[in-house]
């Protein structure tokens, strides 16, 4: 039982470049969320999840696009990275999206040159 | 807007002495209060939460009350230890859908 898993653990693109991070989950959970987390900073909702097909924009949607084609895996993209999307990228998924311990996983570190 | 404001940003205790972290929130509707910390480098993790349901809830050295008139929550921790080290994070549902309010986390350093 793996837990939470992200793809990649580290990643430099050059500005204008474009990526997918990878998030999957083996516990069979419904919700799944992005979130970022920039140096002495608190977690920031980027999209999340509530089911296999859907997507929602949370706090801080703009530049990153989603999908969930399958209940276990959300993707996260940035079609055209920019310097201020350097950051750590954390997924995280959980039973019940309203009481219930959301799991993250170890995180994916981006710099964006 | 809805937001959950989190204090003080760094505390620093005496290894031994007891640690309390306080947290506010806004949506009245707000029923699930998680608090995770943050070791240097690694995921979050939940430590204890507790539900509006109860008043306070206690696992070993570590304890969270909540006061639903008040709106607000704090995190207890007793008899600090080094591996206590890290930032700590409160949360609260967010009444209307199925989203975490996150407050900007509290660093606690313990002195030896």
């Known amino acids: 039982n793996a837990g939470v898993t992200q793809t990649p653990k580290f990643r430099v693109l050059k500005t204008g470049q474009s990526m997918t991070l990878l998030c999957a989950q083996d516990?069979?959970?419904?919700?799944m969320y992005w979130y970022r987390q920039d140096p002495g900073m608190g977690l920031r909702l980027i999209h999340y999840?509530?089911?296999?097909?859907?997507?929602a924009k949370g706090e801080v949607p703009d530049g990153y696009n989603v999908s969930r084609l399958k209940k276990q895996n959300f993707l996260l993209g940035l079609e055209s990275a920019a310097p201020s999307q350097t950051s750590v990228y954390f997924c995280a998924s959980c039973r019940d999206g309203r009481t219930d311990t959301q799991y993250f996983g170890p995180g994916t570190r981006l710099t964006v040159l | 807007g809805e937001n959950v404001e989190q204090h003080p940003s760094t505390l620093s205790v005496q290894e031994g002495d007891s640690a309390v972290i306080k947290c506010t929130y806004s949506d009245s509707a707000s029923n699930y209060f998680p608090w995770y910390k943050q070791e240097l480098g690694k995921r979050p993790q939940l430590i204890i939460d507790i539900r509006s349901n109860v008043g306070e809830k206690k696992d070993q050295r570590i304890a969270v009350t909540l006061n639903k008139t008040a709106k607000h929550f704090s995190l207890h921790i007793t008899e600090t230890q080094p591996e206590d080290s890290a930032v700590y994070f409160c949360?609260?549902?967010?009444?209307?859908?199925?989203?975490?309010?996150w407050g900007a986390g509290t660093k606690l350093i313990i002195k030896p």
């Open positions: 949360a609260a549902s967010k009444g209307s859908n199925y989203q975490l309010i």
């Open positions: 516990m069979n959970h419904e919700y």
């Open positions: 999840s509530v089911g296999e097909g859907t997507t």
